[in-house]
């Protein structure tokens, strides 16, 4: 074959990513050969300079550029409410929505024992820590509905079920915009066990 | 907004990938965070030496480390083709295939006047000199089905038409596996009109 070690590497890291299949990581980086060679350069230095700033937060773990956090140093969040997620890039997608006002307690992982995650590596004893320093009358656990999500809030339900503390999950059912046809049943039957008055 | 600025830069600048929408983008450059440092550093590093390494081979104009570029210089390839392509990726798809022994010819551009991208920019003085030099028995137009296509198709074929060389596109139609019901009209059409006995 005539493609060469060299570019072979660069598809073998591009496809590492989430969501990147070998045929994108492909275009990829046939797309960075044959553009300007700055954009290429340009990107190993924002990509060099931006993973060795970021650290993650003494308060929250989120991956952050400044300890304490932005979020964990403002004084205009709610301590009250205490929101738990998987990874940092969760609360981006929560920030965007710009409803949530509270802090936020980043866990890492979620639980499942047989790929080596237990409850060291999803933070409980930090977390732990930080619900008895904070005291907030809400732990909203913002994780995914799978077999991984389930455990660790019915883990993190155990913890803090005898604490004076609310402890909710987000709504399952069909997403917005999403048919019926396409969704799986395990979606169509929480949508239909959860179904509310009109 | 608690997202710092090198962090907005690299998602930007990974937006920019075609194919890598801005939710993509995000999820990558969280991605790089969260995982050990050294597989970010690498790839900036991979990044950095392969798009050194790679020019355009002076006959064939796909990017290869190596001038000319190993297809060119491999004795093993059948010199009475020469298939015409848009872009180096379009090489590795055509190899993968592997069932074209012949040569190639990097336009690098499809023509489209009011992106400016007339003559000049698809090299065709380049492939009329490589075309006289070589004298190959067939063109093969490579090109996707599109109005660009059309027009780079239509184009090639003006400058060769007289010339003793057979001129031939790729066929048009169904996708292996798509549905019908979900083809544009015009891959329909054009499925439905070259259809062929069975």
Redesign the interface.
């Known amino acids: 074959?005539?493609?060469?070690n060299?570019?072979e590497?660069?598809i073998e890291?591009?496809s590492?990513?989430?969501?990147?299949g070998k045929r994108?990581a492909?275009?990829?980086?046939?797309?960075?050969?044959?553009q300007d060679?700055n954009?290429?350069?340009?990107?190993?230095?924002?990509?060099?300079?931006?993973?060795?700033?970021?650290k993650p937060c003494s308060k929250c773990l989120m991956?952050?550029?400044s300890d304490p956090?932005?979020?964990c140093s403002s004084l205009m969040r709610d301590t009250d409410s205490l929101c738990i997620v998987e990874?940092?890039?969760d609360?981006?997608v929560i920030?965007n929505m710009n409803e949530y006002k509270g802090l936020y307690f980043v866990l890492g992982h979620l639980l499942s024992p047989i790929d080596g995650y237990g409850p060291d590596q999803i933070n409980a004893a930090a977390l732990s820590q930080r619900v008895a320093q904070l005291m907030p009358k809400e732990l909203i656990l913002a994780l995914k509905p799978s077999a991984e999500g389930e455990a660790t809030i019915h883990y993190i339900w155990e913890i803090f079920k005898d604490k004076d503390v609310c402890i909710t999950r987000l709504s399952t059912g069909l997403p917005f915009g999403g048919d019926l046809e396409y969704s799986s049943s395990n979606t169509l039957k929480s949508a239909w066990e959860r179904r509310y008055g009109v």
Chains 1, 2 share one sequence.
Do not use: H, N
């Open positions: 074959m005539f493609i060469s060299k570019l590497k660069l890291s591009l590492r990513f989430p969501g990147i994108t492909q275009r990829m980086a046939w797309y960075l050969l044959s060679q954009f290429a350069l340009e990107l190993a230095e924002t990509i060099k300079t931006t993973v060795q700033a970021f991956l952050s550029e956090c932005p979020i990874s940092s890039a609360i981006q920030e």
